[in-house]
């Protein structure tokens, strides 16, 4: 398995902050500030997991993972929405998120979060 991780986050420092974290723990990571063309980026990366902001400038989180699960080839990879909002867990549920983490998040957090969407992407 490649380990590939696509984020999408329109905050250049947490974008930073992600792949400081989790590219010497062996991920490849791909990061993307809008979710312009997010069949596209998605196809070019071929991720393992996503991670995805809610508040991402164009179509925003929910629609984006909302189209990423209405689409045949990629409805399997596991989605972590990922923002401040106190409504997390019912947006997650609208998006068809797989995961959900509020920001701000602990790294430990995070880790073990992406650990467990690497669990179930072996399970497919």
Same mark, same amino acid.
């Given at each position: ?6 984020? &999408? $986050? ?7 902050? &992600? ?25 070019? #990366? ?39 909002? $106190? ?27 992406? $650990? $467990?969407? #690497? ?6």
């Amino acid at each position: 398995m490649n380990k590939n991780i696509l984020i &999408f $986050d329109d905050d250049k420092v947490l974008l930073d902050v &992600f792949k400081l974290i989790l590219e010497p723990s062996g991920y490849h990571v791909s990061v993307t500030e809008n979710s312009n063309n997010v069949i596209e980026k998605v196809i070019n #990366f071929e991720p393992d997991v996503i991670i995805m902001d809610n508040r991402i400038p164009d179509i925003g989180g929910v629609a984006a993972i909302q189209l990423l699960k209405s689409h045949q080839s990629y409805k399997h990879i596991p989605v972590i929405l990922c923002s401040a909002n $106190d409504d997390l867990v019912s947006l997650a549920s609208k998006a068809g998120a797989n995961a959900f983490l509020p920001k701000p998040f602990d790294l430990m957090e995070l880790e073990m979060m992406i $650990d $467990d969407m #690497f669990k179930l992407v072996q399970q497919l």
